[in-house]
């Protein structure tokens, strides 16, 4: 007669857990508890911060993105492993998102609607302890930021393989807000449709972004498809959820948002693909120690005057990311100037520069000093 095995629950064939396995699950539960008691203890201490800064008028008086690039810098230099520096940085944006929504969450502008890739970089940044404002297009982004509607915006400025975001750059040439972050997304593109089946479908909605990224896979899998550009891949996704023949380009998210199913992805042409985004807000901020600075340059028209104009920034040891022309809007065939500096605006090289240019510009914007993007 077989012997009974008390260590086993009705109708399992389980075998109980081993005393190691014990052991190392209640180690576990200890340290989980130990967490959430530091982590209580750091809302706690937050909420003090707020109270030394005194009555403030909103969230957005409590929050600032120097302190924060800086906490996040030191978790990715303490990092020694297992975990890799994105998810602890993941992490513990959402414990400081969490402890600043203890005041009143911060309301963050993007273009929708729900689903889009903004979307996925204002939770990259601000953690999810935030409202969300999805809005129509990009202009009403700045609009919302700069009538104080939202208390920041988040819109996209340039992608790996497709370059710059005109409508992005156009704005700042006419806009009051100030540019006080940035966000790098590795953006990931799926073929999403109702039916799940590639065979069904005869067009494909998505952004014209979107289309330029994908544009070798579509045609080597999808030639007679018709692809109807539109505002946003959210807004694909939520055409393509009401005919069986439609199909979006769009994130993952979108199709978890408007139950779709994935046909394909990643189906990107190029696996590095990363889009820049802007963090908008209404003022500048302190130096957190590694910054970038943007500023836009209506330069005179006289022989030379772009080469004087960027000389003093190398002279001062300042390296240019990023430089690009656009119609200033000023007169017929005038240019102002987009351009990308390593450094903050208040630091001394960077004062000096700025000095040295200003016998050949009509106007200098300074549109942000901001830490440069953490992982």
């Known amino acids: 007669m077989a012997k009974s095995n008390k260590s086993r629950g009705p109708g399992t064939d389980a075998p ?4 190691d396995l014990l052991a190392l699950r209640e180690r576990i539960d ?12 750091r809302a706690q201490f937050a909420g003090q911060v707020g109270q030394a800064k005194g009555k403030l008028a909103a969230a957005v008086d409590y929050y600032r993105p120097e302190r924060e690039a800086q906490v996040l810098r030191r978790v990715v230099d303490r990092n020694d492993g297992p975990l890799n520096d994105e998810v602890l940085v993941r992490l513990f944006r959402e414990i400081m998102s969490a402890c600043l929504a203890q005041q009143e969450p911060l309301k963050i502008g993007f273009l929708g609607p729900e689903g889009t890739h903004s979307q996925q970089a204002v939770y990259k940044h601000f953690g999810h302890s935030i409202h969300g404002l999805p809005l129509s297009s990009i202009e009403e982004v700045f609009q919302e930021v700069e009538a104080g509607a939202a208390d920041f915006g988040v819109v996209p400025v340039e992608n790996s393989t497709q370059g710059t975001i005109q409508s992005t750059l156009d704005m700042f040439l006419t806009s009051k807000v100030k540019i006080c972050g940035e966000v790098e997304l590795r953006v990931h593109q799926h073929l999403l449709s109702r039916g799940g089946r590639i065979e069904d479908i005869e067009r494909v909605y998505s952004h014209p972004q979107s289309f330029a990224q994908c544009k070798a896979w579509l045609r080597e899998h999808l030639p007679g498809a018709e692809t109807l550009p ?5 807004e694909a996704a939520r055409r393509a959820r009401n005919a069986d023949d439609a199909a979006a380009i769009a994130g993952a998210s979108a199709g978890s948002v408007y139950g779709l199913k ?6 990107e042409d190029r696996p590095d693909n990363t889009t820049r985004f802007l963090v908008l807000g209404r003022e500048l901020f302190t130096t957190s120690g590694n910054d970038r600075t943007s500023l836009l340059i209506f330069i005179k028209d006289q022989p030379g005057a772009l080469y004087h104009v960027l000389q003093p920034f190398a002279k001062h040891g300042l390296s240019m990311n990023r430089i690009e022309s656009r119609p200033g809007h000023t007169g017929r065939w005038q240019y102002a100037f987009f351009v ?3 450094g903050h605006v208040h630091d001394e090289a960077m004062c000096r520069a700025l000095a040295e240019v200003a016998d050949f510009v009509e106007e200098v914007k300074v549109l942000g000093s901001y830490p440069v993007a953490i992982v």
């Open 30 to 41: 200890g340290i989980d508890r130990a967490i959430q008691g530091l982590i209580g203890e």
């Open 16 to 19: 109980a857990p081993s005393p």
């Open 340 to 342: 990308d500096i390593g």
């Open 262 to 267: 994935s046909v394909a992805g990643p189906i």
């Open 230 to 234: 539109v505002s946003s891949n959210a």
